[in-house]
């Protein structure tokens, strides 16, 4: 019986150690070598066949070189920071979409629910690769949305959209709005109805029963769509390469560039460590959240 | 039946000087194709406590909702207080309503879902925070003021529902089944609460209830309803002893219904002819009978009296069979046979430890009641 328990309870541990941790440890000791014109492109390699000086010897050749010259070219900690700040903004404007969609299906009779949230998740059966492309032909300069309101007469040249922050932002928007619309639909659909009618037999008029009821209990699940849409829109490389041209500066971007324009994998890899350590935080605080949460529902 | 002080005086129905507070006028409510309340007009009086009545589906919450504002009605009107409350939105009516789920804001302690209501008033901080404690000190909930309603029994949690409705002192207190998950000792000590509290705060109240010793214990009138209708308004000693249908009759209580051809007797009274060769029941009709007319006559099972020898003090006497006896404790039901083939139950106190054992299947005895003891409906 106890052999079982410990099966279960080691395969997770086993997964993550396989899957995360060693992959981790490899980038992590990447990230402390140096670059080298060579097959991987850096050094010092682990040789076991030289016993235990070779491996004294490798472990010396280990560095925080690299760390150091993230915080020296303001390039990097600038990306840092961009990314923090357009992941912030377009976590928040997701939710200001994402709220009152949530809402709307959650009001919606029953039957219709089933279809609206197939319709919310329907985006997810094409690639996304290709719903980004199909972006910069409605953005661009001659594209969808230009065009129509050129045609409108609206405006008579058309606007930059592509490749200006905007577009990184309609991108990520889009994107992720799933992840902000069902946590908080789960959310609004267990709220009970007689709440709302209670606080307006007690007074409220229905915006404020809203205010006072409905906001405070779908919190949960506004948290949580924050933290999903947050924490991979930090570390998003393809739309902002794809959308965002030169002029966006994320810290994804300066990744990729690092490790196949530069082949600097030793700068990438330290890159990707100082993202990982900043995503660690949010990342506690959403299963924090969901922990509350799971509490507070017992 | 705890029609309790002597000062018995509170029949405000009676007085047709008396405003109602509510009055329902020939108000009907459709869910599509589907009656929910059937031409309904019904007067509720200032301090009363109206206990709503039947079985499931028949209406009882629909026409509370309709009183709170959450329903319109689809034909008819709904006065409170003199004034047709159909444009008021439920936050402008003086009502509050105790929902049956509780409605418990979750996220709000004890104190602050009390205090809820009385925020929305834009009263000032200081009463609020007394009226909050007196609320606290009357359902007994200040040791849990600061605890959210997850941290607290389901009893409790039905006390603080009950604080909440009525901190904003309304006229008129909607109760929809606010006893029910309570257990039967908790259950008798709020309904005495809830008497305690009409008392002292003269509001109104309307409570649904399916328990009808409840009903009779804390209604001063009670509405049996049926499929939308309201069958019968009455006090509870009123709906037991003189109910006014055998729908009626059926619903409160046990009882005994025997049907026959009524033939008039003297003094105004009736013989019931219920079965061919058995002495007819003389009974008290409360309207005028024809002759020859098909009635049921009503008896509750304690009104029959089981005995070796027919009590002759009383006008009825019948032969019976004992089929079973249901010792209950303080009571024994047994259930009879008359020759006729007629079933009757009747109950008997136990007064005496196992005095009534004498009594036991198979024997064959006498029941006696006297000729006000049952009811004639004609039906
Ligand atoms: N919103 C609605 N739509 C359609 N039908 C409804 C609606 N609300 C109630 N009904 C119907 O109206 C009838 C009366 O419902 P109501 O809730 O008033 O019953 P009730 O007497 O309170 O029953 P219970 O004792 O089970 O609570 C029921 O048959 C119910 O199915
Ligand atoms: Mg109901």
Redesign the interface.
Same mark, same amino acid.
């Given at each position: 019986m106890n052999l079982r328990r410990v099966t279960l309870i080691a395969l997770p541990y086993l997964w993550l150690l396989g899957f995360f941790l060693v992959p981790f440890l490899i980038v992590l000791k990447i990230a402390l070598s140096d670059t080298a014109v060579a097959i991987p492109p850096y050094t010092p390699t682990l040789d076991l066949s030289g016993g235990w000086a070779a491996i004294r010897d490798f472990f010396g050749q280990l560095d925080f070189e690299n760390f150091t010259w993230l915080t020296e070219d303001e390039l990097y900690w600038k990306s840092y920071l961009s990314s923090v700040r357009i992941a912030a903004i377009s976590t928040f404007i997701t939710l200001l979409v994402g709220y009152p969609i949530a809402y709307a299906m959650a009001q919606s009779p029953d039957e219709w629910r089933p279809t609206l949230m197939m319709l919310v998740i329907l985006p997810f059966w094409t690639s996304f690769l290709i719903r980004v492309y199909a972006w910069i032909g409605i953005l661009s300069n001659e594209g969808f949305l230009n065009q129509f309101l050129l045609w409108t007469g609206l405006i008579d040249t058309p606007l930059t959209i592509m490749n200006t922050t905007t577009a990184v932002y309609v991108g990520i928007v889009y994107t992720y709005l799933p992840f902000m619309i069902l946590p908080i639909y789960a959310a609004l659909e267990k709220l009970?109805g007689?709440?709302i009618?209670?606080?307006?037999?007690?007074?409220?008029?229905r915006l404020?029963a809203f205010w006072?009821?409905t906001l405070?209990?779908s919190r949960p699940g506004v948290i949580a769509g924050c933290f999903l849409v947050f924490i991979p829109a930090l570390g998003e490389f393809v739309i902002p390469s794809l959308l965002g041209g030169s002029q966006t500066l994320m810290i994804g971007k300066v990744l990729w560039e690092e490790f196949f324009s530069n082949r600097d994998w030793p700068v990438a890899s330290a890159v990707a460590v100082v993202l990982l350590l900043l995503l660690i935080i949010p990342i506690v605080l959403f299963q924090k959240n969901q922990q509350r949460q799971q509490e507070?529902e017992q | 039946m705890a029609q309790s002080k002597p000062q018995n005086v509170f029949a405000p129905w009676n007085d047709p000087q008396e405003k109602p507070l509510i009055r329902f006028q020939n108000v009907t409510k459709r869910f599509g194709t589907f009656t929910a309340i059937d031409n309904l007009t019904l007067d509720i009086y200032r301090r009363e406590f109206f206990a709503l009545l039947g079985p499931s589906g028949c209406g009882k919450t629909t026409m509370m909702r309709m009183l709170?504002?959450?329903e319109t009605p689809t034909e008819g009107t709904i006065l409170i207080d003199g004034v047709d409350v159909g444009p008021i !939105? !439920?936050?402008k009516r003086a009502?509050?309503?105790m929902?049956q789920?509780y409605?418990?804001? !979750?996220?709000l302690t004890v104190e602050d879902n009390i205090a809820?209501?009385l925020r929305?008033?834009k009263t000032d901080r200081s009463s609020i925070a007394d009226r909050v404690s007196e609320m606290l000190r009357l359902t007994r909930l200040e040791k849990f003021a600061k605890r959210k309603p997850?941290q607290i029994s389901g009893g409790q949690r039905q006390r603080v529902a009950l604080a909440?409705?009525l901190a904003?002192a309304p006229k008129l207190l909607l109760l929809d089944e606010p006893l029910g998950a309570l257990d039967r000792k908790l259950r008798e000590q709020t309904q005495f609460e809830l008497m305690d509290i009409q008392e002292k705060t003269g509001t109104t109240f309307v409570i649904v209830t399916h328990d009808q010793e409840e009903a009779m214990t804390v209604a001063s009138r009670v509405a049996v309803m049926d499929h939308g209708k309201v069958i019968q308004v009455d006090t509870p000693a009123g709906i037991y002893e003189t109910p006014n249908s055998v729908y009626v009759a059926d619903f409160i209580g046990d009882v005994n219904i025997i049907r026959g051809k009524a033939h008039p007797a003297d003094g105004g009274l009736i013989r019931i002819h219920y079965a061919e060769g058995a002495e007819p029941i003389l009974a008290t009709p409360t309207q005028p009978v024809a002759a020859g007319q098909d009635v049921a006559f009503a008896i509750r099972p304690e009104k029959i009296v089981v005995a070796w020898e027919p009590d002759h003090s009383r006008a009825n006497h019948a032969r019976g069979k004992i089929i079973d006896i249901a010792y209950l404790g303080n009571i024994s039901t047994y259930h009879l046979e008359l020759p006729s083939g007629q079933k009757v139950s009747a109950q008997m106190t136990n007064a005496r430890r196992l005095a009534r054992r004498d009594f036991t299947w198979d024997d064959e005895v006498w029941l006696s009641w006297s000729d006000t003891a049952g009811v004639v409906l004609q039906d």
């Open positions: 009970d007689s709440l009618e209670a606080a307006e037999d007690l007074g409220c008029s404020s006072l009821v405070p209990l507070a | 709170a504002g959450f !939105p !439920p936050n009502v509050n309503m929902f789920s409605a418990l804001f !979750p996220h809820f209501g929305r008033d997850h909440r409705s904003k």
